[in-house]
Every structure is written in structure tokens, then in C-alpha cells.
């Protein structure tokens, strides 16, 4: 079993700063990719941010130059440092991975359940 637990939304004023982290546990051999997607009412989950287990990354458009994704050494740990944020950041920010388990499976829908993001004008 795998489980990813995000943290460290909450309300923040247009400007401000937050420090997403998400924990990912669990039977897993290897981290192939994780990331960070996101969803605001009334409009389709869309990726943030994802990296590679050798260090490449990828942004939204929307995120670069504002956003920094980052993985720990040992792959248990993924954040986004998030500055400079706007009301159109707010949403339920959700954890994804790309992994292989203990039993030889590889899953690349792993999902945290998310935290809420609110940034107020």
C-alpha cells in the first residue's frame, strides 16, 4: 500500500508565500516521477509542477519563475515552494506519483487528497 499525504495550504494574502510538502509512504521499490497538480471549482485538474527522479523538472507556464518543485535524497519527500502567488493560485493543490511498489508493479496515479490553497486579493 502507498500513501501520499500533502500539507501546508492554507490562506495567504495575493504576494504571499507557501510551502507545500507531501509525504509519500508506503511498499515502494522506486520513485519514477512525482508532482504537483492542481484544481480550482469548477475547472480540470492541470499540472503545477513534476520531477524526475534524476532531477528533471517541469512547469505549468503559469508557475514558472514563481514556483519550485523539490524531492528530498531518499524520494520519501516532495514540496513546492510557491511565492509570489495570485487569487487565480487558489485551489485544492494534490500530490501525484510515479513509482514502481515492492511487488514489481509500476502505478503512475498515486493521489495525495490534497490541501486547499486560498489566496485572497
Known amino acids: 500500500q502507498v500513501q501520499l499525504v500533502e500539507s501546508g495550504g492554507g490562506l495567504v494574502q495575493a504576494g504571499g508565500s507557501l510551502r507545500l510538502s507531501c509525504v509519500v509512504s508506503?511498499?515502494?521499490?522506486?520513485?519514477?516521477?512525482v508532482g504537483w497538480y492542481r484544481q480550482a471549482p469548477g475547472k480540470q485538474r492541470e499540472l503545477v509542477a513534476s520531477i524526475t527522479s534524476g532531477g528533471m523538472t517541469n512547469y505549468a507556464d503559469s508557475a514558472k519563475g514563481r514556483f519550485t518543485i523539490s524531492i528530498d535524497d531518499v524520494k520519501t519527500a516532495l514540496y513546492l515552494q510557491m511565492s509570489s502567488l495570485k487569487p487565480e493560485d487558489t485551489a485544492v493543490y494534490y500530490c501525484?506519483?510515479?513509482?514502481?511498489?515492492?511487488?514489481?508493479?509500476?502505478?503512475?496515479?498515486?493521489w495525495g487528497r490534497g490541501t486547499q490553497v486560498t489566496v485572497s486579493s
Open positions: 508506503g511498499s515502494i521499490f522506486k520513485v519514477n516521477a
Open positions: 501525484n506519483a510515479d513509482l514502481v511498489t515492492r511487488a514489481g508493479v509500476r502505478v503512475s496515479n498515486y
